[in-house]
């Protein structure tokens, strides 16, 4: 059974911090390239960050570059998502990704709120 248990969120104040964790279960976390999204209320769901299966390449988007560090443990099968100097534009919830394209799997997480508020 393919498990994606993100937790982690939480209230922060503005130019806070939070680290976001993702533990996976039920595949072989090393074979997928994993993803952080984040969607507001209202908003559409928006790719925050993605780290390569061996942990190599990474990609933030340009919103969150220089703030956001993702990483992986995959002996652990955990992703991580470090984010720090949070902004009131951050809040939403963020949710976990891991896709494999070459075998066409994409598991998603439930997702866990962060709210950035004073």
């Known amino acids: 059974q393919v498990q994606l248990v993100e937790s982690g969120g939480g209230l922060v104040q503005p130019g806070g911090s939070l680290r976001l964790s993702c533990a996976a279960s039920g595949f072989t976390f090393s074979d997928y390239t994993m993803y952080w999204y984040r969607q507001a209320p209202g908003k559409e769901r928006e790719l925050v960050a993605a780290?390569?299966?061996?942990?190599?390449?990474?990609y933030y988007a340009d919103s969150v570059k220089g703030r956001f560090t993702i990483s992986r443990d995959n002996a652990k099968n955990t992703v991580y998502l470090q984010m720090i100097s949070l902004k009131t534009e951050d809040p939403a919830v963020y949710y976990c990704?891991?896709?494999?394209?070459?075998?066409?799997?994409?598991?998603w997480g439930q997702g866990t709120q962060v709210t950035v508020s004073s």
């Open positions: 990704n891991a896709r494999n394209l070459g075998r066409g799997y994409n598991y």
């Open positions: 780290i390569s299966s061996l942990g190599g390449p990474t």
